[in-house]
């Protein structure tokens, strides 16, 4: 696969995690008290309370995972945005940012899912991590050697 035909593709590929984004938290708060996530609540249970945890502690986690859903709406939404920008303009800069992005939160997250020992939380984050790094720095790499051999990018890059 040649250089361009290679980019398309990756960039099709962080779409598509960009559009899940947008999918999943649109789901979020419609599906937060649905019986399919009761296992993953009472996982998450245990991980707080070494007996049975309190009756309510389930209706709190469907409230936070419903209010999740905006947020991953609104992530998904700007990470679309800087994806469109960034193919557009060929400009290194944004697959920067989508970078820095990923290695601010990456990091926090998996040590929070640690803490409460919830491993399903660290392998989705390894999982994204793998899909969406990748991708990114060739990219950007890509994208700023274009801009160097662009006269006219240069100054965009």
Do not use: K
Not at 18 to 43: F, K, N, Q, S, T
Not at 77 to 97: E, G, K, V
Not at 132 to 145: E, F, G, I, K, N
Request: glycine share 4%; proline share 6%; with cysteine.
């Amino acid at each position: 696969m040649n250089a361009h035909g290679r980019r398309r593709w990756m960039i099709r590929l962080l779409y598509t995690i960009a559009l899940a984004h947008l999918a999943v938290g649109a789901l979020l708060p419609w599906l937060a008290d649905a019986p399919l996530l009761d296992e993953y609540y009472r996982r998450i249970g245990a991980a707080f309370w070494h007996a049975t945890p309190p009756a309510e502690s389930r209706a709190l986690q469907a409230w936070w995972i419903a209010m999740c859903g905006p947020t991953f709406q609104v992530l998904g939404l700007w990470m679309l945005l800087m994806m469109h920008q960034a193919d557009r303009h060929r400009d290194a800069r944004l697959w920067r940012w989508l970078i820095a992005g990923l290695l601010l939160w990456a990091p926090q997250d998996v040590l929070i899912s640690l803490r409460a020992d919830c491993w399903p939380h660290v392998w989705l984050d390894a999982l994204v991590l793998v899909l969406m790094l990748p991708p990114l720095l060739w990219l950007q790499r890509h994208d700023a050697a274009h801009c160097w051999r662009s006269a006219a990018g240069i100054a965009s890059c």
